[in-house]
């Protein structure tokens, strides 16, 4: 091997070298901002939750015997830097000592579920339920999700939570 | 293995013919560097990296920030105090912004200094100081977005100022502001100016830069020593240029978990905060002072427009040939005098708040609320139909609270206990610990229930009486 070549092939390890040591600078500024971009865009998403709390839906006389009733209950959700406090809707079947709640949001894709002559329907795909909230038509993969609900002094109280839409059985989204 | 390299190289291939890339990166990285990669030339690969840090940074906060002057303040405590990462990523924006304002200082300062800005570069040097004064707008619209004390008065000072200017200042006031108020318009104004417009700009102009930079070739030493030597781009001033990245961006994550980000008390356009701008605007703020009244426009028209002035028509009135600097006294001098007065105003304005006792005290003041309110844990807004039905509900108790309490208790827990910066009031007397003697106990000594700031330890204003009257209107709301 001449002198001539020697020199060439170092000089050129030189410029691999230098051009190594520069991606890996790249990279390690890429990895620390990647991994703190993906904690901070990803993280507070997974651990977002509904606030699991018993909710006013009113005192139990307002509410109407044996036909569905619509009632705007407020519910608490801890997103980010706030608890926002929405309005859902749910349907009440009150019979005698007897009372159903249904959650509104149908579970095919999350319309507005409504009620006419004595049984449930979602214009949105002209899904069907009964008045107990049996799937008897549609779409809709499941009868209306009924809420846990309970009664203190006269008020009727309800536990509000989403379902996954879609899918046969009931399912909690958490 | 060398079968790897064939599909590699026809990969590349495949992107050449339709991208030309092949000949783009020979062009970018075989750039010859008269003179040979130096230290000195890192400045322009630096402040393109911190222009890329800004922008990334910025783009992920705006996952959680709201521009509104309800929920601004709110949401950058969330960002700042809950989410991961969230303090390392506002710290590193944070002195993000005052490095890109050195680095660009220093870059034009260099370029000054060695006459690179002769010889066929002038609309190099133009951009390059379009690019400051943006830089500068990007500090001055970025500082509103936090809505805490020091932003909204800060730039209630700042808007004034630029409404100080004869003929047009009215207006540009009224235009910044979006009315004659600094209000959520205002906020909403300069997030989109600081996320959209000036970025777009600052894009584009970089980009011209360095296409006319490309186009005029680097100036080289101002001497002619090194003659002789020329590199390539790539790699030794890669090489430099990412080692000087790697040294700021630790410098940055340094401070930012050091010393994170400040972040005081939500804005209270009623209080009597004393403002005080950021570093960089602090030798016009401090030059304020010595121009009151109508000689305001002094330093806020005829010296920028000098100063900017000569900047942007340097390379037209200084054709000599001339780089070296120590053989351009009058450019070195000048340069020195400019940097070292600035320096000057900013170092007397902190001298003279130092020794005002009545602006220290103050200062301090501010400080311990800065202190307390960034050391508190982060409690969220309520928002919406809970609000609603609370407000409701306190408005129906139709009894008027005591004075003392809308002396002591009112700005935080509201005028009818409705809440505000701290939670309701409306049957606290049912809860744990919440008796009619707990209150009166709580108002005496709130540590020993396990209260934290911002709730004072007590109040030692209110007699017994008074804290007597609170106690009973407070058991009566429901």
Known sequence: MSVHHASEENHSERRSFLGVLSGLIAAGISAILGVTIGRFAISPALSSTSAEAWTDVGPLADIAEGKPTKHNVI????????????????????????????????????CTVNAKEEAFICACHNSKWDVAGNAVAGPTPRGLDVLEHKIEGDVLKVKYLDFKQGVSQKEVLS | ??????????????????????????????????????????FGSLLLFLLVLQIVTGIVMTLYYAPTADHAHASVAYIQK?????????????YGSSAMIILAIAHLAQTFLFGAYKRKRELVWIVGVVMLLIIFAF??????????????????VGTAIAGEIPFIGSLQQKIMLGGTELTTVTL??????????????????????????????????????????????????????????????????????????????????????????PWYFMPLFQLLKY???????????????????????????????????FKRPLATGLLILVLAVAGGLIYVSKYQDAHNPEFAEKLKQQDEEMHAFFKAPFLPQQIGAKTVAVAAKAASNDTVAPKAYLESCADCHGDKGEGASAPELLGVAAKPNRSHDDLIKILGDSRAYGLKKPMPAN????????????????????
């Not at chain 2, 809950?82 to 944070?94: K, N, T, W």
């Not at chain 2, 500082?143 to 209630?156: M, R, S, V």
């Open chain 2, 459 to 478: 109040f030692p204003d209110l007699t017994d009486e008074d804290k007597k009257a609170i106690v009973e209107w407070m058991v009566k709301l429901k």
């Open chain 1, 75 to 110: 519910v608490s959700q801890n997103a980010g830097w706030g608890e926002f406090n929405s309005q859902k809707l749910v349907w009440v079947l009150k019979n005698g000592e007897k009372i159903t709640v249904f959650t509104a949001v149908c579970p095919h894709l999350g």
């Open chain 2, 1 to 42: 293995m060398a079968e790897k390299s064939s599909k590699g190289t026809q990969a590349m291939d495949w992107l050449d013919e339709r991208t030309g890339i092949r000949h783009a990166m020979d062009e970018a990285l075989n750039e010859p560097i008269p003179g040979g990669a130096r230290w000195a030339y890192v």
């Open chain 2, 291 to 325: 121009f009151p009244g109508k000689l305001a426009i002094v330093p806020t028209v005829v010296l920028p427009a000098v100063i900017f002035g000569v900047l942007f028509l340097l390379p037209f009135f200084d054709r000599k040939g001339e780089r070296n600097p």
């Open chain 2, 139 to 156: 500090g001055f619209t970025g500082y509103l977005l936090a809505w805490d004390q020091a932003a909204y008065f800060g730039t209630k």
């Open chain 2, 188 to 277: 909403s104004r300069f997030f989109t100016t600081h996320v959209f417009l000036l970025p777009l700009a600052l894009i584009a102009l970089a980009g011209l830069h360095v296409l006319l930079f490309r186009k005029a070739g680097p100036a080289g030493p101002y001497h002619d020593r090194d003659n002789h030597r020329v590199d390539r781009f790539y790699p030794k001033q890669i090489f430099k240029d990412s080692v000087a990245i790697l040294l700021v961006f630790l410098g940055l994550v340094y401070l930012a978990l050091k010393w994170p980000a400040e972040l005081g008390p939500v804005a209270d356009p009623t209080s009597d905060y004393l403002a005080r701008p």
């Open chain 2, 82 to 94: 809950v989410v991961p990462g969230g303090a390392l990523l506002r710290g590193i924006h944070h």
